[in-house]
């Protein structure tokens, strides 16, 4: 689920992750034979990721995995996989309403899936302003690592 205003800077890194890998991947939604692991699907949620929620359940997912700009102090670009317990140690950050750790809990409950957050350092998150170099090159890195691991593991 890529999470984000693409309409400010590096917040667009969630969304541009996201229709990359709708775009790139193979999903499929009924699972491939013998169990092995799918990619279900993908949601470019933008600002509104509680409004995806009931969507998220449908998919009956193993992991969700949340895409969005962050700020946790880290170099520009610098990608970091996170989940509920380390979201709810950081402060200053969370500009969701509601919080993403809230939502990654609900979700947790609603679906049993294991739910991330791979948060991408922002630089710039003002208005009609592009995304920045760094960021941008990072959602490449994270797009063709996604990629990658789903095709090892058969699920893209």
Known sequence: MGIGNSQRGDDRAGPRVARLV?????????????????????????????????????LNPDVILLVDAVDLGGPPGEAALLDGADLSRQDGWEVHRPPLALLMRYLTDRTGARVLLLGIQAVSLDWGEPMTPAVRQATGRVVRTLLSRLEAIGGA
């Not at 709708?22 to 939604?29: E, G, I, S």
């Not at 993908?42 to 929620?53: C, F, G, N, S």
Request: aromatic share 2%; net charge positive.
């Open 22 to 58: 709708r775009r790139l991947a193979r999903v499929v939604p009924d699972g491939p034979p013998e169990g092995r692991p799918r990619l279900a699907g993908v949601l470019v949620a933008e600002t509104t990721p509680e409004a995806y929620a009931g969507a998220m359940a449908r």
